[in-house]
Structures are given as C-alpha cells and as structure tokens.
C-alpha cells in the first residue's frame, strides 16, 4: 500500500509574478540598508547627540524602517507615525516559562516586522501543507516607520490577589491603579489587560498586520481582551511640525514634548533606575485613555464658544491672544476653565507629558451618532505626576460637556531591547 | 487549431515561469524534500512525463500545461484508484505537486478540460521510501478509516432512534435524542464534507442557504428547526426517512474512501477545530436546539482522536508540537467538563458572554498549534 501525502507548491502567474516577486525583492534590500541606518541614529540619539538624531529624522523617508533595538523602546519619541493599532491581552496562563517562552517569540517577530521582513519563514516561503508563519497581507509593503511598543499593566504583577508569575515584588511604585476621575464610564472591557502592545506605522496595513500576527503567535499564552484601531495622529513629537487637528477641529496638545528634546524626555518620559523599579530604567509608563467625543453636540456649538473651551483660535491653532500656533500661551488671556489653561504646566507645577494619541472612529454608535473621539495615549516618566495630576486638573475642564472617557489601562513599558534581549527580560530575571 | 492570442499567451507565461524557477531554485528543492522535481508536459493531447523509473518516497511532480485548456493532473494507483489530482491548471502555468509513492505500477493521467478522461503513462516505482515514518503512517489511516466507519455507524443508529420519535410526532423525545444522533456525524464531520452532495442533504444550516435553495432543505437542521421553534413534526415524516437514506449512502461510499495522514488526516483536525471557532462557539450552529456544545465536543473528540493515531510520528518530529497539542486538548476538555449537565452540555443560550470568551480563547489556542499537525507530519 502506498499512502498518499500530496503537498502542492504552485508557481506560473496563478501565483505572484515575477515583476511583483523583483520588485519586493529590490525593496527588501533598500530597507535593509534603511534599517542599518536607522541603527546608527538610534545609536547617536542615545549617547544624547540631539541635533544628529534631529537632522537624521528629517532625512527619514516615510516607508522606511525604525530601528526596533536601542536604549529605550521606539514609538515613544519616535515621530508620530499616522496609523494605530493598539491593544491589549490578557495572559490567560499561569506558566512563567511559556510566557517568556511567548515573549521572545514575539520580540523576534517585532524586530523582524518592523525591518520590513515578514514573521519566521514568511507568508509564502514555507513548506505547502503546513499555514504560512506569516499572515502575508503586509507583503511588498515598505516598512512603513512601524514601530511595537509593549507595555505590562498592574495584573501582570498580581490579578485577583494572586501573584501569578512571581512579580508582585516587582511591580513599579508608579504602576498605579488611576483614580477615579469625575465624569469617567469606564466599560472595562475596554480597558486594562495585563499585556499591552501600541503597534504605530504610516499604512494601516502594516500596524494591523503586526498586532495580527503577535495576536497569532500569543494564542494559547495571551488571548486579546480589547484592541483600538487609530486613523489618525492628533500629536507631534517633531517640533517643527503643525499639530494634526483632532476629531474638534481643533491642534491640541502644541506644548508637546519633542522627540529630540534630550533634556525634558528624560525628566519627564524616561524611567530612571533611582524611580523606585530598576527594571524600568530607561523605560516609560503608558496612559491609554478611550475618550468618546459627542461630535453631534460640539458641532452645533458656536465658533466663539468652541475656541473660548480650547483656549485657541480654530483656524491656526494659535492660544488667545497669541497669532501663530506655536506662539507663547499666556495663561491670563485663556478663560478660568479653558482647556489648554488647564493643561499647560504652567496650571500643573511644570508637569508634562509626551502625548501620542490618534483618533478613532468606529462606525455609528446605534442612536444615530458617530461612534468617535480620541484614542488618547500619553508616555511619562510616573502617571502621579504626570497625567493623574493633569487630569485631576482637567475637572473644571470646559472640554468636558462634549467628551467621555470610557476606556482607560495603564502600562510600564520596559527599556529598548538590547541585541539578543527579549521584550520584558529586565523583569523576568 | 489554437487561436493565435492563446500561442501568443502562452509564450509569454512559459518565459515568465522560467524567470521564477530561475529565482526559485532553490526552494523547489526544498519542497521535494531533496529531490529533483519530475517534469510531466501537459497539452491537450498529450501527458509526458520526463522519467519513468523512480525511485519510492516523496515525489514532486512539476506539472507544466501547455495547453490551451486548463488540465488536472492525477496519479492512479494500480487499481485504477485516484491516489491524489491536482485540479485546475491553468494554460501557461505550471505546478508542483508532492506525492508519497510505495512501490508498485502507476499511471498518471493529463486531462485537458478536466473531464476526468485523458492520456496517460505508466511509471514504474522501485525500492523502499528513506525514513520510517511510513508504515506507521499508512497504519495510523487505516485505523483511522476504521473510526470513520464506526462513527457513521453509531450516527446511524441514533437518528434511526431519533427518526423513530419524529415519525410518533413525539417531540419530547425527540428533542432528547436529536443532538446525540449527531456526535458521529459531527466527529469525523470534515471526512463526511467530502461527499459534496451529501453534506447539504444532510447538515445545511437554513441561514446558509439560498432562497432557491431553501425550497429544497432537507436534513437534521429542518428537524431541529421543527421541534425547537415550530414545536411539532408532524408532516416532517418524511425527512428523517431522507435524512436516514442520506446516511445510508454516505456510508455505502466510504469503503473506497482513501484517507491519507497529511490531507484528510491532520488537515480534517484542522478544520473540525475550525468548526467549532465559527459555528460552535458562536452558536450559529444550534440556532434552535442551542445543543451547540455537544456538537463542539464531538468536533474536539474526532480532532484528538487523528492526533492520537499521529501522535508517534509527532512526537518524533516535533516533540514541542505534541506537548502544545497534549496541553492544549486537556485545556479545552477542562473547560468543556464545566458545562456538563446529565449525559450532555447546558443549553447554549445559558453560557454567558464571558465563558464564551473562556471557550474562545482555549479553542484559539488549540487551533493554532493543530495547524501545524499537517506540516507536523509531512516533515
């Protein structure tokens, strides 16, 4: 008797054509010498060398690739890219080995996706029986700036009283639980997660395509609890750059921290061994806020009211009284409840934040009204001084009559991957 | 006599595949795990294979049709049986096709326009396949046919028992024995599913169906629909004696049922699992009866059982695989115990969002890993 194990490889023009096939293949290339580029300004930007990362940023082609190695994580002070894909899991194991196990996977996928090359043997590179290692709807794409950030929220540590990995110990002092702010309703499927992962690129595809497959190779270990989809930036972290406008219209957020501005990133953004968690070192701590924004009442609001509850004119973004953008905030001109008064450090004890968040819209929301707001993510160096104590001032907030925070997680985010580290192994030692 | 623009195509096609065998190379190589690939030219009036004395094992045919009209491929066993086809060869394209063959005479076979008629050549295979994986593999698809067989039998017991109810117009008992006249059917569903004609007699879902098509439903789904929802069977007579004769055929057909260990084997457990992530756990598959779990773990079981007959050439190929599938099997089982009521689940309905997650995530986590048995066992 003979059995039969018949396996198919397909080739001719039924599959890709040789144009396709070259063209991916020159491209690969280029990106490979993009990302040995990318390396060496990661590399500068770290010893603190500001005005050659800042000179390399704008040389950065938008299809190319960010390095994923270096001292801190990238997509934090990497320029804002213009999709998202956030989202969280839960590790639905008790297995410490199999999620460090699923951690190094991941972080070999992670430095593979954001290279622009495809997971393990590729989508189509594999033997014919067994499903590609890589989903493949990211292939021929450039590399798109993606950038995998990983964040552990509070029930890594400890989740219903119970210390599942051995980490209680080490959960960091400025890993809080957020207080409760007036006016949240927060739906906590929609938040928390022990396992967080902000995937950021210029093509949808691409961020999508990433927390796709680390969702693939998780399964088992993680299972998603909740994930966003970003269709727009809102921040800037190059300075030179206008605001993207938000779902109001309107360029919040102009104070921004920059991604070349050495000194505040690292009082404010970076993690410094002497916080209280030397695991976090170089490491920063993530604020994802969903807030809903009832588009319908804001737009029937008049112009004059609209820039009296930002404290900014519509058309230039410029803060009252001032004629550019960019132009000084002078907090006596914003009205006592504005929002951008509220929320300059000058309100907060010089408090600051590297905003990064993007909108959202996901269809209607069943009553006729836009299902949409802003994804609101914010990096700091410890969310008691950083966005809790922004936050606690935005209570009087004008802004508040026409938004809704309804989603909310917060996550440390370790350091960069060192060369032949792993996501995480500053605290899995 | 061929127009003119089809040559012209044709030209244009053979240069490109060319071009990509030229890039391709050495993956080609790969995919006949070591072996040069055997070239078969097929035209419309012609199948001519480059080599006719081969060597027994993995072997990969590169098909290439040169044709006008699109061919299929197919190696017949001794017996005149199908040992394996490959379907739908484009004019102008070109495939490889991998095939495991023992010993003994074959004949393989072009046909232009697929009419399952064609030119053949027989080839003459020698020697004994390298590895010993075999025997253990052809024993694992005759065990597991024999379970097929078993389980077709057991399905048609219990719906004849279930018929018996429906024909008394007793829905109670009915009700009762519905979803267990289908943990056969659902055990080895994917095997059942290749009888193309007899799946939709047997198990069509009505929200799957055309309204053409909804004329004509037939099988144990219009049952369920008629005890659960309309609450009565009478007139229904009629089609559990169809739906008894569906079975009988489909039983009559599985003697001459080949089952291999790559494709009907670890791919069926595949896609039994499949079963269960996008009509068990969404409940889709039970609308009415809401009996979906029983149906979830009949799927599970006939999964588990190909990967225990597999399970020795697993766990030397890839012992990490077969410690994944161990776990993950008994993780699901686990899960599925927390709904058992009687000799059965809970209804359906009764499981919350929360543990339909639960359910969700573990069959994600079974799935995955069972994806991999094919490549598993084909190494």
């Known amino acids: 008797m003979s059995q039969a194990g018949p396996e198919e490889r397909e080739s001719g023009p039924a599959a890709a054509g040789p144009a396709a096939a070259g063209a991916a293949g020159v491209s690969r290339r280029r990106m490979l010498g993009f990302s040995g580029a990318s390396l060496l300004v990661g590399a500068a930007a770290g010893a603190g060398l500001d005005h050659v990362a800042s000179a390399a940023e704008k040389r950065e082609p938008a299809g190319a690739a960010v390095a994923f190695h270096g001292p801190h994580q990238a997509g934090i002070a990497t320029p804002v890219q213009d999709r998202l894909h956030f989202a969280a899991f839960d590790v639905i194991t008790d297995d410490r080995a199999k999620l460090v196990r699923m951690l190094k996977e991941w972080t070999a996928a992670a430095a593979a996706m954001t290279a622009g090359r495809p997971v393990g043997q590729g989508a189509v590179g594999g033997p014919a029986v067994a499903p590609p290692d890589d989903t493949g709807e990211a292939e021929g794409l450039p590399p798109s700036r993606l950038t995998l950030t990983i964040g552990f929220g509070a029930t890594l540590f400890e989740k219903d009283g119970k210390d599942r990995f051995g980490l209680k110990a080490r959960r960091p002092p400025a890993l809080v639980d957020l207080p409760h702010f007036p006016g949240d309703r927060l739906d906590p499927d929609r938040g928390g997660g022990d396992i967080a992962v902000q995937a950021c690129a210029d093509d949808p595809q691409v961020a999508v395509h990433a927390v796709r497959n680390l969702a693939r190779i998780g399964f088992g270990v993680v299972a998603v609890r909740w994930s966003q989809l970003g269709f727009g930036k809102t921040s800037s972290t190059t300075p030179d750059a206008q605001t993207p406008r938000n779902l109001f219209g309107f360029k919040d957020g102009t104070e921004n921290i920059a991604g070349t501005e050495a000194g505040p990133l690292g009082a404010h953004v970076w993690a410094a061994g002497g916080d209280g968690s030397d695991w976090m070192a170089g490491g920063s701590y993530l604020v994802a806020r969903r807030i809903r924004m009832h588009i319908e009442t804001w737009d029937r609001t008049s112009l004059r009211e609209q820039q009296d509850v930002f404290g900014r004119d519509k058309g230039e973004g410029a803060p009252a009284g001032g004629a550019k953008e960019r132009d000084k905030v002078v907090l006596a001109r914003l009205k006592p409840d504005a929002h951008v008064r509220l929320a300059h450090p000058d309100s907060n004890g010089g408090a600051r934040i590297l905003r990064r968040g993007y909108s959202f819209t996901d269809g209607s929301d069943g009553l006729g009204r836009l299902e949409a707001g802003l994804f609101f993510i914010a990096f700091q160096r410890d969310p008691r001084t950083g966005f809790i104590k922004i936050q606690q001032s935005l209570a009087t907030d004008a802004l508040n009559e026409y938004i809704q925070h309804v989603g909310s997680g917060v996550y440390a985010c370790p350091p960069g991957v060192r060369q032949g580290g792993h996501w995480g192994d500053t605290l899995f030692t | ?379």
Not at chain 2, 271 to 277: H, M, Q, R, S
Not at chain 2, 283 to 306: C, Q, R, W, Y
């Open chain 2, 1 to 379: 006599m061929r127009p003119a623009p089809v040559l012209a195509l044709t030209g244009a096609a053979v240069l490109s595949m060319s071009l990509l065998s030229a890039c391709g190379g050495e993956k080609d190589a790969e995919g006949a795990a070591g072996a040069a690939a055997i070239g078969v030219t097929a035209t419309d009036d012609a199948c001519e294979v480059a080599k006719k004395e081969l060597p027994a094992g993995k072997t990969t045919f590169k098909v290439a049709n040169k044709g006008s009209k699109v061919n299929e491929f197919e190696v017949l066993k001794p017996d005149g049986k199908i040992l394996a086809e490959r379907e739908n060869i484009g004019p102008g394209t070109s495939v490889d096709f991998v095939v495991s063959l023992a010993a003994g005479t074959y004949k393989v076979l072009c046909s232009a326009g697929q009419t399952g008629k064609g030119p053949t050549q027989d080839i003459t295979v020698s020697g004994q396949a390298a590895g010993g994986g075999d025997q253990r593999l052809t024993k694992a698809a005759a065990d597991y046919k024999a379970f097929v067989i078993a389980n077709v039998d057991d399905t048609i017991t219990k719906t004849k028992q279930f018929v018996a109810a429906v024909n008394e117009n007793d829905v109670a008992k009915a009700k009762e024995l519905y979803a267990p006249s289908r943990v056969g059917w659902e055990t080895i569903e994917p095997v059942a599913e290749k009888f193309g004609d007899l799946d939709p007699k047997i198990d069509a879902r009505e929200a799957d169906l055309s309204a053409e098509e909804k004329a004509g439903w037939t099988g144990w789904h219009l049952l369920e629909k008629a005890l659960w929802k309309d609450g009565s069977v009478k007139g229904e007579q009629k089609f559990g004696e169809q739906l008894l004769k569906d079975l009988d055929v489909l039983k009559s057909r599985l003697p001459g049922l080949t089952l291999d260990p790559v494709n009907d084997m670890a791919g069926g457990a595949k896609e039994l699992l499949d079963e269960v992530a996008t009509g068990k756990v969404t409940g889709e598959e039970e609308a009415f009866s809401h009996t979906d779990l029983v149906d979830f773990k009949a799927n599970v079981d006939g999964a588990k059982k190909i990967y225990e007959l597999l399970k020795p050439v697993v766990q030397e190929k890839d012992a990490a695989l077969a410690g994944d599938l161990d776990e993950n099997f008994a993780a699901v089982e686990k899960l599925l115990a927390e709904h058992e009521k009687g000799d059965g689940y809970v209804s359906y309905e009764t499981v919350g969002k929360a543990d339909r997650k639960k359910l969700g995530d573990a069959v994600n986590a079974l799935g995955e890993p069972l994806s991999k048995l094919a490549g598993a066992v084909s190494k």
